[in-house]
Every structure is written in C-alpha cells, then in structure tokens.
C-alpha cells in the first residue's frame, strides 16, 4: 500500500484480534478508510466490511481492496496489467506537472504514468477492475516517487528509489466473505454515519489541521484524470484550497465528531484517538460517554520522522525545537444503547480491558496500559447516575471545587472532571474560576446572570470570531509566502500593528509558527513537520540525513 500518515500499519492485527473477540459480530463499517488497511484486514478477518472516504484516491483504494472479491478480478485484471507494463512511456499532464514543473518523480517514470494512465481511461473498464488497475498504478507510482512520504514537499536531490522503472503489480485483493458483499462508498462521513449499518462501527477520523487532499493532491489528480490547475512549488490541485474538512477545523472540530458519532446505529464503536489533535483526552472520552461505557486501550509510539530529524526553515535552517519525541495511542471501545442490551457484551469488554480474557488484547502492545475510563472499584458504573450525583451535590451544596466533589461522593479526581466536562459541554453546569480554584456550580442558579450578560457574552464571540478570521489569514500568507516580516504581513493583509503582533505572538505560542531573526529583522516561517510514512517493507523510506536538501512548499 502507498507511504500514509496516520496509517494504522502497525497497530491493525492487535485491532483486528480485539474485535475478533466478538464472534457474534458479523459485519464492520470503517467510516474514514484512507488507505483502507483497516478495511482489507477486516474482510480478511471475515468481516463484511462497508468503507468510506470522501477522497477519490481513498476511494479508489477502498473499492481495490474492500468491495472487490478477487475471484470476480484476478484474471481480468492480471491480463490488464501485463498489457500495460508493456507501454511505451509518452509524456503528458502528468510529466510536465510533477516531473518537470516540480520534481516528485524523474521524466522516464512520469512519462509512463501518462501512458498507462490514458490507456486505462480509453479501455471505458468495469468501475471495479478499473479501480484495481488504478491502485496498481497508484502503487507502482508510490514505489519510484523522490519524498519523504508527503506530497507537500519533494527532495532535492532525486531519491534512490526515484531511479528504479516503474512497474505494476497485482494489489492484494481478498475474496469474497461469506457474510456478504463488501462496498466502499463516497461520501461525508456525518451522512455515511445515517446511511451505513453494521455491527461494529470503526471511526478514525483527522484530528488536525493536516488536510489528506493537500498532502497526497498527486493520487487525488491521478484517479480523478482531471487534469486540474495548480499553483504552488508542489504543483498543488486548485481545489485543495477550496475543499475544506470541519474535521481539520479547530472551531467545527468536537461538533462534527459529535454529530457523525451520534448518528452510528452500531452496537459497538470503536474509535482511534490520539494526543496530538485538537480534543483533548478528557474531552474525547467524555464526548464517548454520551453513547454508553468507555473503553480503552492505549499505547506509546514513537512521533512522525519530522520529529525526530528537527524543524527546519526553506532554507535549511533550523528554526524550532521538538517538544516530545512520543505520543499516546488509544483505542476506544464502546458498546452503545443497542450494545448494552446484547448479553454478556459489556462484561466482555470488562474482562478484555481488566486483562481476564483469554483474549490477549491487554497485552497487546509494548508500553501499552488498559483500563475502563467507566469504572470505579472494579465495577461497571452507571455514567446517567453519576452525572445525577454530581447534579444533587451541587443544587444542595452550592459552587465546588473538583477536590470537594471528589471526596463527598468517593469518586476519583478523574471521573468526577470527565462528567464535569460533559455537563458543561451540555450547558448543565457551568464553570467558575476563584483566584486559584475552579469551582462548578448548576447552571439554573445563575441564569438571570447569564441573561444580563448575555449582549457582552455575544460581544466577546464576535471578537472571537475576528481574532480567529485574522490568524486564518496570517497563517495562510506565510504559507503561501514563508519568511515574511511582520510588516510585510502588515501591509499585505491591512491589519493594526497591534492586531498583527497580537495574531503573531498566538501562532508562535500555538506552534503553528516560528521566527528567526530578531527586531525588524524578524522573519516568520510556516512550522508544519513530516509525518512518518507508511510503505510496505523493502521501500521503507528513512529519515533525510541531509536535512537542508528538503525543499519544501506548504
């Protein structure tokens, strides 16, 4: 399969043996599939297996190696392969746009994916073979590329692999379930989630602000044969500025995981979270706590190759410094309102988290620690009836601190902030902060409060607003334009110095910036490092050991 950031590479046969605990589960649906690994290795598990993507790359990889059954494909496309393996290379669209006008594949290769890729879309194939074939290409072209796993950036100097002739081989396509057919579809992921039904719902959705589409454009323009404008070093889709994720969005983040994870009708949601996105860890699984009992196990992994080769300017500079060098994993499990009623399905999940399963998903992974984010002593709690605790100590107590409700109802400190976070979340309760401590208090007490405030409250989301249209803008001129100074912002975006300098010191603080130079002197740079890739062994990429031959555009 392509180089992949967020690739689930090495962590999808310990995902695979935890569901496999379920036998009475039948089907799966994998609601954001990217390079469908998941989804392949469900199916080869058994599983009948719905994908979805709303990329048509991801797409494409998902109709490869989900929906198609290879006694259905095998000859056909084995045929179709060998005949273009055989093509003479003829430059085009292709060549002259990601070979000559950027440098992320050399000519004599470029040139063959012109070929092939014309030929494919001349032959007016079956949608199901031809999306094979496409992988094939996809793959192929993967294997000879000249990055560091992303398509935001190439390397000066061409790759090893760069030099090797392209050539396409067979995907690794499953046969058929007997559960019944697989299928990969196209859509938003909120609408796949009213649309899909299955047993186990697998969501592993973008938590950042790094767009898919942006950082693989080339597979996006190769399966789609657009033949789009672009703009930038990278020779960028035009549309890549225009088709924009809520899930990449920090404002429109927590709501649309909100709302595609309520509308799963699955008796068991799984869920793929990590420390480095926009919720934190208590507010994702207070957000999982709306469905039923929460589950988890986690794990430490080692951070993308950007981390640990350091930050670096265009110029080969380095410019910031790495503030960790690993980052948690964690697998969620919850048995939602229909979960809860299959007999004995909770218990299991208890047991496998507590480690008395003869499933040996505890102990699945290095470093890793499980635990019931649901349970107190031991025992299954009732999350309806804590939060009601929580609620009756402060009607009749008044404003507490997390401390006091901690020790008045004999709960951990942990439990009682993750249903605090959710009753605040819910307008329930609201929080107040006194000199050092933060108290929580019923928010009907302080209603005619909140009325009077109501004008400055709407006010101050106004600014809010503005301050967040501001620093969009900042982000987006020195991405597009790297090395600016603060009045060259200034001037090209029309804002008040102290308006720039405020938006300035919040991106530096936030680690979406950094700077080099001091005074007037003072250049800003984009801070967006390299993810570590994801690519079946011989073609592992390795860490650039000479750093300053990265050229890269944002």
């Known amino acids: 399969m392509i180089k992949y950031i967020g690739s689930k590479r090495t962590l999808v046969g310990d995902l695979v043996r935890l569901l496999g605990a379920f036998p009475e589960f039948k089907s799966a649906i994998d609601l954001f599939s990217g390079t469908s690994r998941v989804g392949h290795a469900l199916k080869g598990a058994g599983f009948q297996v719905f994908s979805n993507d709303y990329n048509a790359y991801a797409h494409s990889l998902a109709t490869c190696y989900v929906q198609a059954d290879l006694e259905e494909v095998e000859s056909n496309a084995r045929r179709l392969l060998t005949e273009l393996n055989g093509l003479p290379g003829k430059p085009g669209y292709f060549t002259e746009t990601f070979c000559i006008r950027s440098r992320f594949f050399q000519p004599h290769n470029g040139e063959r994916v012109d070929a092939i890729r014309e030929e494919i879309e001349r032959k007016s194939l079956d949608p199901v073979l031809k999306h094979v074939v496409l992988v094939s290409l996809m793959e192929a072209a993967d294997r000879v590329d000249s990055t560091c796993g992303l398509q935001m950036a190439y390397v000066k100097k061409w790759a090893k692999r760069s030099y090797n002739d392209i050539a396409l081989r067979f995907p690794k396509v499953l046969p058929r379930v007997k559960h019944g057919p697989c299928r990969a579809v196209q859509m938003d992921a909120r609408a796949a989630a009213r649309e899909l039904v299955a047993d186990i719902a697998y969501l592993d959705p973008p938590y950042n602000q790094h767009s898919y589409l942006g950082n693989y454009h080339i597979w996006e323009s190769l399966i789609l044969w657009d033949k789009p404008e672009v703009y930038g070093v990278a ?3 035009i549309d890549v500025r225009e088709r924009k994720s809520d899930f990449n969005s920090k404002p429109r983040h927590t709501a649309a995981f909100r709302e595609t994870f309520r509308a799963l009708d699955c008796p068991l949601i799984v ?5 480095e996105g926009y919720q ?4 994702m699984e207070s957000l999982l706590s709306e469905r039923g009992p929460v589950f988890v196990v986690s794990r430490d992994f080692k951070r993308y190759v950007g981390a640990q080769i350091g930050i670096y300017n265009p110029s080969g500079d380095r410019v910031g410094d790495v503030t960790h060098l690993r980052n948690k994993e964690f697998i969620y499990l919850v048995p939602t309102e229909r979960g809860v009623q299959i007999p004995g399905l909770v218990d299991k999940l208890h047991e496998i988290t507590r480690g008395t399963s003869h499933v040996p998903a505890p102990t699945l992974f290095e470093h890793d620690r499980v635990e019931n984010v649901s349970t107190s002593n031991g025992l299954i709690r009732d999350t309806d009836e804590l939060r009601q605790r929580i609620l009756n100590l402060l009607a009749v107590e008044g404003p507490s601190s997390v401390s006091q409700i901690q020790e008045a109802l004999d709960l ?8 605090l976070g959710a009753l605040a979340a819910d307008g329930v309760v609201l929080k107040s902060s006194y000199g050092k401590t933060t108290q929580y208090e019923v928010a009907a007490k302080r209603s005619t409060e909140a009325a009077h405030n109501g004008a400055s409250q709407e006010a101050r989301r106004s600014d809010q607003s503005a301050d967040d249209d501001r620093a969009r803008s900042v982000a987006e001129l020195i991405i597009a334009k790297p090395g600016l100074r603060a009045e060259q912002i200034r001037h090209a975006l029309a804002l008040a110095s102290a308006d720039c300098s405020e938006v300035l010191k919040q991106l530096l603080a936030t680690g979406q910036l950094t700077k080099t130079g001091q005074r007037r002197g003072t250049q800003y740079w984009p801070n967006v490092p390299m993810k570590a890739t ?9 860490p650039a050991t000479d750093v300053e031959q990265l050229s890269i555009e944002f």
């Not at 951990?412 to 249903?419: A, D, F, I, T």
């Not at 994801?534 to 592992?540: A, L, N, S, T, V």
């Open 235 to 237: 020779c960028k889709r």
């Open 271 to 275: 869920v793929s979270f990590n420390n």
């Open 280 to 283: 934190t860890r208590e507010e």
């Open 412 to 419: 951990s400190g942990y439990h009682v902030r993750l249903h």
């Open 534 to 542: 994801d690519e079946d062994p011989p073609h592992e990429p390795k």
